[in-house]
């Protein structure tokens, strides 16, 4: 890797490429998909049948995870991966993304943030300096450093330009915290002797041409090992955001491994993919699951978002419906089995599929109210997503 965490493998016409991010927990290659496991699972499934889904990265939230159970009780009982029971590498948010969806309940400083829980009514602040020892402390191997995240609303987007200075000045916070806390006199106290984690640092500006190009090169400038997008999928049209995307891809480091956050939906990660972005994370697949909508590949379209259907399993037409969610040469064109950008044509092979659970029979559970109707929903979604990422790899 050359001193690198991130070597880029293979460049292709259409702007995706695929590459290799080295972690302390393992080899990862991009792009990929990471599920939700906000407070130390994926809703409704075991590691095992998330890893099964072909997931490499689990992403949880150090905000969450220090309100209950807490970090050090999570350190003390081994780490995130012996607490969790996932294997593979973890990704933490840092609890930047609190900023802007718990905005009712916070207070921003200087400082950092002050947040009132909901269930005591007890403030929490959390400072860069703060979410970088909690991040360890869980035993993070990618850690994310603490941002002021702005929404869309006329009063957020004013304080933009002020956010993305003080996004700025918390990264440097964030960074003198993280090393001085990975060095190897203070290592011991996060069992990181063997092996550093990674510190990514984030990118914000809104909607903001000049702000975000100001962001992004502010911390390319720093020492981060991958460059984050944040601020986006938070409420503006597909089209401004596509905007951004695009504005955005000329001006990466080609070195740095690069993380569109909170994006999950099919033909925004075919986009985000075919504009440099080599991860993404979302609750989509699984809270899209848990309600029984599931995505299959589309009949004879290509690429984009005609690429992918959405159903919704609730509906009264898939009560006697045999098939599987996916059967491949059924709903899709089987001779059509190299679409640029496309899933592999064929009945998919997630568990679901292959165990031949029928749509009438996951509406029963879904109309019955079993549980395991959105566990199989879920299953299947996210190696919809696994899928797609491996077909630009």
Not at 233 to 262: C, H, I, N, Q, S
Not at 364 to 369: A, C, N, Q, Y
Request: net charge positive.
């Amino acid at each position: 890797m050359s001193g690198n965490h991130f070597q880029q493998i293979k460049r292709r016409p259409d702007g995706s490429r695929g590459g290799l991010l080295k972690t302390r927990a393992g080899l990862v290659k991009t792009p990929f998909f990471m599920p939700c496991a906000s407070r130390g699972a994926v809703k409704g499934l075991t590691p095992a049948e998330v890893a099964a889904t072909g997931t490499q990265v689990m992403l949880a939230n150090a905000y969450h995870l220090h309100i209950q159970p807490g970090e050090k009780v999570v350190k003390k009982l081994g780490g995130l991966h012996k607490f969790s029971g996932w294997n593979g590498p973890i990704l933490t948010d840092s609890g930047g993304f609190q900023v802007f969806s718990l905005a009712k309940i916070r207070k921003i400083t200087e400082e950092g943030v002050v947040f009132k829980r909901l269930d005591s009514g007890q403030e929490v602040l959390i400072t860069p300096e703060k979410s970088i020892q909690i991040q360890l402390d869980l035993g993070s191997d990618i850690s994310m450093a603490f941002d002021d995240v702005t929404g869309l609303s006329m009063p957020e987007r004013s304080r933009s330009k002020e956010a993305v200075e003080r996004t700025h000045r918390w990264l440097v916070r964030c960074i003198t915290e993280f090393n001085h806390l990975t060095k190897t006199a203070n290592a011991t106290r996060f069992n990181l002797v063997a092996k550093r984690p990674l510190l990514f640092g984030i990118v914000q500006g809104g909607l903001d041409k000049k702000l975000r190009a100001q962001s992004l090169e502010f911390v390319q400038s720093q020492a981060v090992d991958g460059i984050a997008i944040g601020g986006l999928a938070v409420g503006e049209t597909r089209p401004e955001m596509y905007k951004m995307l695009k504005f955005l891809a000329p001006l990466y480091d080609k070195t740095k491994v690069r993380y569109l956050m909170g994006v999950g939906e099919p033909v925004d990660m075919r986009y985000g993919i075919e504009h440099g972005i080599d991860m993404f994370d979302c609750v989509l697949p699984t809270r899209n699951g848990r309600h029984g909508q599931v995505w299959i590949t589309a009949p004879r379209l290509r690429s984009g978002s005609e690429s992918d259907k959405k159903l919704n399993l609730n509906h009264l037409k898939f009560a006697k419906d045999p098939r599987v969610i996916d059967p491949g040469g059924i709903e899709s064109d089987q001779s059509d089995s190299s679409a640029k950008g496309g899933i592999p044509r064929g009945r998919c092979d997630c568990s679901t599929c292959q165990t031949g659970y029928s749509r009438a029979f996951l509406r029963h559970l879904f109309k019955v109210g079993d549980p395991l109707a959105g566990r199989l929903a879920s299953i299947h979604n996210l190696r919809y997503l696994a899928r797609l990422c491996e077909s630009y790899r």
